[in-house]
Nanobody
Framework: QVQLVQSGGGSVQAGGSLKLSCAAS????????LTWFRQRPGNGREGVASISIGGATYYADSVKGRFTIFQENGKHTVSLQMKSLNPEDTGMYFC??????????????????WGQGTQVTVSS
């Protein structure tokens, strides 16, 4: 079974930066997108950034120009570099991967494999 292990995150002041990483324990399994989601208090999970197996990237409007998703370590790890963070970015962040398409890649119901979650807290 595929396991996704997250690292990074933490607390930062507004305007600061953080990096999240998601390492897959195996490259088996049918997948073509890896996506970062966040869950803010009282809300459902929302997709913030997605990358296809071919390297195409997709972002939620709220993070465009501030967040960058990219592959590392020969595509075994997908990281999310977050800059210009603001308090509205606070939440639990999850990575997930699955088989989907560019139209649906930011939707949580497209994914079967999830990381354990990492807290990001941005103070004003």
């Amino acid at each position: 079974q595929v396991q996704l292990v997250q690292s990074g995150g933490g607390s930062v002041q507004a305007g600061g930066s953080l990096k999240l990483s998601c390492a897959a324990s195996t490259r088996t399994g049918r997948w073509n997108y890896l996506t970062w989601f966040r869950q803010r208090p009282g809300n459902g999970r929302e997709g913030v950034a997605s990358i296809s197996i071919g390297g195409a990237t997709y972002y939620a409007d709220s993070v465009k120009g501030r967040f960058t998703i990219f592959q590392e370590n020969g595509k075994h790890t997908v990281s999310l570099q977050m800059k210009s963070l603001n308090p509205e970015d606070t939440g639990m962040y999850f990575c997930a991967y699955g088989w989907t398409n560019s139209f649906d890649c930011l939707k949580p119901d497209q994914y079967n494999y999830w990381g354990q979650g990492t807290q990001v807290t941005v103070s004003s």
